[in-house]
């Protein structure tokens, strides 16, 4: 009603032809009109929220171990000066060591820095994990990623066990560490280990052989912890790289692993992790299956989708990067009419929906799966045999990238992914449990948190200019709620035009003596007045609701008005 009322006020006073700021107040007009449309589509992530929780002691306790389905997990990281790999293997950790059968359990890294450092790191941890997995599950450790459960202080010295377990990981930080610095592998550990002959070939960051190593074979019985338990198996890959082929970044390295982990472990769930984003509950894989194994409303789930959390927040998180609201408000809303986004990183996905598969009604998924018939390779016959699908010419006149697995071209792709996926039928889930299941590292300065935005706001209409258009394509293939919904991210950037011009103009006429609204002693103020104060109270009300505190919420209001500049300007 309020922001009728502006409508109103604006459309009934245009000053008339010749008059000074005619064309102003028609400015503000088109202002008022896209922010009042713009708060409609803001209402669609808001009308109809769904909580959701698990009973995953249940399930749990339902299956045998040999019925459950495999999970793959893939860590992705890119550069071992951004991304150290001491931080890495920690988020390996937390995922090695997850409460599930180990023999169904594959964990993959993809280094598309092919870096020997976080080879290094990641050899070192398939050695630690001898001694991690097993004290995790004696003494029920959480969180299960090492750096942050020493750092909780959550590990009273009682057992002997937690002194030992601390001195090894400290012995192992530093070697990683020094390495780190260094820039490079001792002498000693280099020999200690075939695959680093693979770096000796001179060759570029961008312009390499697949490297792809299984450092352990979670189907071999000597794989074993010290306890004698089973360990997941853990591989290390390099894709192909050339300077004439296209990367296509995170995607691209998500698609080899798709396929290298087909031909390895094939797990029918996909968990995708950033390398800074650890697992922060060791039961989060039940939570996600709940919803996979579910035999009633189960088929129709692609994907099941976690907050993403952060561990590096300030109290009062000045550059607003927890996205506080969005996770506690805005995603639930999306949930209710079909799903939320897929956003990368704390998502798990059926794998067959990641080949392209389309929802068929009748069709029911089958987790019992007949692998043990296949003949048992070596783990270098089966390296070998591998290789090729991580190579930069696989992909070439294939549907990868386009209808088979992440899409490519998208700033976002994972949103983009997400949203075809959708438009194929499939549901998603959004699962927001009081413990948060992963947390990460968000952008401590201005200028990442600009960037990363800048890339955001691109990505995003990128998505609602292209072909697949929640505006367009996405009708009648997902929900008008779901496609609303999509519409108010996307079209975030555009935002940043109205607002440019109603917080500048309005105040350089006023220099000119020029007020554009009514007085206070005017009726017609009182709809500015009403909506204003009722979208910041709300606002504020929603953000403490979230769990924020009120400068957080004032942190927030000032980084909006950065992120909303066009995105041109924020580099
Ligand atoms: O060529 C590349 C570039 C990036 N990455 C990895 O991709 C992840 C995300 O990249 P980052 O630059 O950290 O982007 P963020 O903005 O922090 O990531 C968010 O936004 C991305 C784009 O929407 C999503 O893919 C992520 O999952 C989501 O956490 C990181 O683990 C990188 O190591 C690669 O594997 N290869
Ligand atoms: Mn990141």
């Excluded at 650890?278 to 039961?283: A, I």
């Excluded at 258009?469 to 999509?486: C, V």
């Excluded at 109205?498 to 009726?523: E, F, M, N």
């Amino acid at each position: 009603m309020g922001v009728c009322f502006i409508w109103a006020y604006r459309f009934g006073n245009i000053p008339r032809e010749g008059e000074d700021g005619r064309w102003v107040w028609i400015g503000l007009l088109g202002a008022e009109l896209w922010f009042g449309l713009y708060w409609v589509l803001t209402q669609a992530l808001r009308w109809n929220q769904v909580y959701r929780c698990t009973f995953k002691d249940r399930l749990y306790h339902r299956y045998a171990e040999e019925d459950l389905p495999g999970i793959d997990i893939f860590v992705c990281t890119a550069d071992s000066t951004v991304e150290p790999p001491i931080m890495v293997i920690n988020t390996v950790f937390s995922v090695m060591a997850y409460d599930y059968p180990a023999k169904k359990l594959s964990v993959y890294l993809s280094d598309d820095g092919r870096s020997n450092l976080t080879f290094y790191a990641l050899l070192e941890a398939s050695n630690f994990a001898r001694y991690w997995i097993p004290y995790c599950k004696k003494f029920k450790v959480e969180p299960r990623s090492p750096a942050a459960y020493f750092a909780s202080g959550s590990n009273p010295n009682q057992y002997g066990e937690t002194t030992v377990i601390k001195k090894l990981y400290t012995e192992m930080e530093d070697r990683i560490v020094t390495a780190t610095k260094l820039g490079r592998i001792l002498e000693e550990a280099r020999l200690k280990h075939r695959g680093f002959s693979q770096w000796d070939s001179y060759s570029s960051r961008h312009d390499h052989d697949t490297i792809l190593q299984i450092l352990i074979d979670g189907k071999d019985p000597n794989a074993t912890d010290i306890d004698g338990g089973a360990l997941p198996t853990l591989v290390y890959l390099a894709r192909e790289k050339r300077p004439q082929h296209p990367h296509n970044f995170k995607a691209g390295a998500m698609n080899a692993l798709i396929r290298v982990s087909s031909n390895i472990s094939n797990g029918q769930i996909i968990l995708n992790l950033d390398c800074d984003m650890y697992s922060n509950n060791s039961l989060c894989i039940w939570d996600a299956l709940c919803f996979f194994m579910d035999k009633e409303n189960g088929h129709d789930i692609a994907f099941v989708q976690f907050p993403q959390g952060f561990e590096n927040m300030t109290k009062n998180d000045i550059y607003g990067s927890s996205f506080i609201v969005i996770s506690n408000v805005e995603f639930h809303g999306v949930d209710g009419f079909g799903g939320p986004l897929y956003i990368g990183s704390g998502c798990f996905h059926r794998r067959d929906v990641l080949y392209g598969r389309k929802f068929t009604k009748d069709f029911k998924f089958q987790w019992k799966k007949d692998d043990d018939n296949k003949i048992q390779k070596t783990m270098q016959e089966l390296e070998e045999e591998t290789k090729p699908l991580a190579s930069c010419t696989y992909e070439q006149n294939t549907e990868w990238g386009n209808e088979i697995g992440l899409k490519y071209g998208c700033l976002v792709e994972d949103v983009i992914t997400g949203l075809l996926t959708q438009c194929k039928g499939w549901k998603s889930v959004y699962l927001n449990p009081e413990r948060k299941a992963f947390l990460g590292v968000a952008p401590i300065t201005l200028s990442q948190t600009l960037v990363q935005q800048k890339r955001w706001s691109e990505g995003h209409l990128q998505i609602l200019l292209s072909k697949y258009s929640p505006a367009w394509y996405a009708h009648a293939k997902i929900s008008l709620g779901l496609q609303l919904g999509y519409i108010c991210y996307n079209i975030w950037s555009v935002n940043c035009l109205a607002t440019l011009y109603y917080s500048i103009i309005p105040s350089l006429y006023l220099l000119k003596g020029i007020s554009l609204y009514p007085q206070v002693s005017d009726p017609w103020f009182w709809s500015f007045a009403y909506v204003i104060s009722a979208k910041y109270i709300y606002s504020l009300v929603e953000f403490l609701c979230s769990g924020g505190t009120i400068l957080g919420w004032w942190n927030e209001q000032r980084i909006w008005l950065y992120k909303e500049q066009p995105p041109t300007f924020l580099h």
